[in-house]
């Protein structure tokens, strides 16, 4: 029984965490059609967190029942004239209003209110991804320029290097800013691969030299959820020492290794906080997003590598933060279309799409792995469904702006029969991609 309690205490982590992912993500979506709704003069009858038997519930001085549902698997604003939580037109209600009570409904509004509304929930998810991902950018910080030694890593090889150094010289080579990617990995690659390296710094306003690794070792900063690694219960702070027996000194030696296996189980020594362990570790194919939105296919384990110390960091301005943040949401969008272009074009595989299975375990691992970690993902998820939201589908935000868009340029909304009918297909598209998202979280590897 007691070998039981880890894996339940996984299975309820996994489960919380989904569970307040999914419910901030839905609340702050939810409340973007509310509150947009409310601006616009129309009136909500009931703004709903979660579905089925109410558990708690109050009505405010609008008139607005604001409840918490027994499944907290989504919500819903239920607005004046709607004849249920999807929307549709309640004709008795409607029918003893006057014109300016008409007005309060959302379909006796202008055009202008109902376009505003719908489209503010998947605003509001990019609203919170962009306040999250400033938060989080400002938090941690920006890296120091010059690149100065924060907080050393731990390895088990000798570190000469100290908490302030300013890093002058790698193996006699200056080092370029740390902003610059394709600079910085240049400059990595044109350095011995060595067990020891001399690195020239200034410490207390002295230039000294200083024996260190290699700047970038075998160490995982990071694992990847539902990865190679992360399913062999590596942790974070783990050091590759061997692959197979061979020694390894850098990151980029573990990475040509785990891209030319071809799928083989490899063996890792790794050491971990003073202790030595073995893994047979199997890597995966993954489809990796390219800088031109290609994809590319590779071999991975799901380790996120880094420098062997934490660099020194400085707090960005609030502008920068925010622009950066802005770019972060950017490419999250960018990113997710491109890859859904390549799964539809059969460029890549579709099991690159999850489910709520794969959602859910994802967003346990993100918990397990920090506060931080977590909050990033809530981010990352928000922006993933207010992208989804706003694809052209009938019961999506997107579909219904679709018959704006018609009636703006007709003048007239499309027929009931022909919406009852777009809205059938669009469950019917919804439903589909829901199945293979089980299906995929269920049998792909």
Known sequence: MSGLIPQFGSVFLTLAAFVVAL????????????????????????????????IWSRVDKRGTRWQIAAL???GFVKFRGDANASGGVDEASLAGLDAKERRQTMNG????????????GPVFNFILSIIVFTGVFMARGVVSEPLTVGELRPLPVEQQLLPGDVILEVAGQKPPSFDDAAAFET???????????????????????????YPYPAIATRIVPQSASYDIEMKPGDVIQRIDGAPVFAFDQ??????????????????RAGEELDFVLVPRRVDEPQPDNSFKTQWRIGIAGGLFFEPAVSTPGPLEAVNAAGAQTWGIITGSLSGLYHMVTGAISSCNLSGPIGIAQASGAMASQGTTSFIW?????????????LFPIPVLDGGHLVFYAYEAVVG??????????LMSLGLAVILSIMVLGVTNDLFCP
């Open 412 to 421: 007239r909304p499309p027929s009931d029969k022909a919406l009852r009918l």
């Open 72 to 74: 907290p698997l989504g």
């Open 377 to 389: 993902f809530i981010a990352v998820l928000s922006t993933a469904v207010g992208l989804m939201n």
């Open 254 to 271: 573990l990475k040509e290794v785990v891209e030319n296996s071809d799928g083989r189980p490899l063996q890792l020594d790794v050491w």
């Open 23 to 54: 419910s901030i993500i839905v609340a702050i979506h939810e409340f973007g059609h509310y509150i947009v709704g409310r601006w616009s003069g129309i009136g909500a009858d009931v703004f709903s967190l979660g579905f089925g038997p109410v």
């Open 109 to 120: 509004a202008p055009l202008w209110a109902r376009t505003a509304t719908v489209a503010a």
């Open 187 to 213: 400059f990595m690659s044109s350095l011995p691969v060595e067990a020891q390296i001399t690195y020239t710094v200034e410490r207390d306003g002295q230039v000294v030299e200083a024996q260190g690794p």
